[in-house]
C-alpha cells in the first residue's frame, strides 16, 4: 500500500501563492489516483483538485478553478497542488489522498490519505 505525507502549508496573505506537495511512498504515485481535499473548520472535508492515474486527466472543484493547478512529479513521487490568487476562504487543513482507479471527487473512494497540511490566508 502506498503512504502520503503532505508539506508546504502556511500562512500567507491573501492574493498570495503557496505549493503544497503530497510525498508518496511504499508504491509509485503515478499508478494512483490522487486528490487533495480541504476542511475548514466545522466543515466538510471537501473536494479540491484531483489527477486520474494512468492519463493525467485534472479536475477542479468550482471555487478553485483558474486559481488552483494540480499536477504529479514522477520523479520525485510526489503530487504538487500549485495554490495561487489565495483567498481567506481557501484557509483549511489540506489532504491528499490516493486510490487504484479512475478519478473521483468522492472522498469515500479515496483508500489512502495523508495526515493534513494547514493553509491559512490572511485577509
Known amino acids: 500500500q502506498v503512504q502520503l505525507v503532505e508539506s508546504g502549508g502556511g500562512l500567507v496573505q491573501a492574493g498570495a501563492s503557496l505549493r503544497v506537495s503530497c510525498a508518496a511512498s511504499?508504491?509509485?504515485?503515478?499508478?494512483?489516483?490522487v486528490g487533495w481535499f480541504r476542511q475548514a473548520p466545522g466543515k466538510e472535508r471537501e473536494f479540491v483538485a484531483v489527477?486520474?492515474?494512468?492519463?493525467?486527466?485534472?479536475y477542479y472543484a468550482d471555487s478553485v478553478k483558474g486559481r488552483f493547478t494540480i499536477s504529479r512529479d514522477n520523479a520525485k513521487n510526489t503530487v504538487d497542488l500549485q495554490m495561487n490568487s489565495l483567498k481567506p476562504e481557501d484557509t483549511a487543513v489540506y489532504y491528499c489522498?490516493?486510490?487504484?482507479?479512475?478519478?473521483?471527487?468522492?472522498?469515500?473512494?479515496?483508500?489512502?490519505w495523508g495526515q493534513g497540511t494547514q493553509v491559512t490566508v490572511s485577509s
Open positions: 489522498a490516493a486510490r487504484r482507479g479512475p478519478h473521483s471527487l468522492t472522498k469515500w473512494e479515496y483508500d489512502y
Open positions: 489527477i486520474s492515474w494512468i492519463v493525467d486527466n485534472t
Open positions: 511504499g508504491r509509485t504515485v503515478s499508478t494512483y489516483t
